[in-house]
Nanobody, 118 residues
């Protein structure tokens, strides 16, 4: 049984920081590309950070320089460090695991709420 369990969300003031964690179980973690997505009310889910099995990272311009994704394969965990948070970062943040294969596999966490407000 595959589980991705996010934690670390909450309420933070503009300019503040949060660190999200996603603990994976039931998968061979080091074979999966890991990503963080977010979805705000009325908007489509969007990728905010991705990290490959070799540790290469990618970010959209909206978060580049503020967000950092990292992974600890020994702990089967991926992290998202979010700094200089803005109200527009408010969303539910989801962890994703992707395995490239003839039949690709995708798994999602349940999401964690991040609210940036004064």
């Amino acid at each position: 049984q595959v589980q991705l369990v996010e934690s670390g969300g909450g309420l933070v003031q503009p300019g503040g920081s949060l660190r999200l964690s996603c603990a994976a179980s039931g998968i061979t973690f080091n074979k999966y590309v890991m990503g963080w997505y977010r979805q705000a009310p009325g908007k489509q889910r969007e990728l905010v950070a991705g990290i490959t099995t070799s540790g290469r990272t990618d970010y959209p311009d909206s978060v580049k320089g503020r967000f950092t994704i990292s992974r600890d394969n020994a702990k089967n965990t991926v992290y998202l460090q979010m700094n200089s948070l803005k109200p527009e970062d408010t969303a539910v943040y989801y962890c994703n695991a992707y395995l490239s294969a003839v039949l690709p596999l995708y798994y999602w966490g349940q999401g964690t709420q991040v609210t940036v407000s004064s």
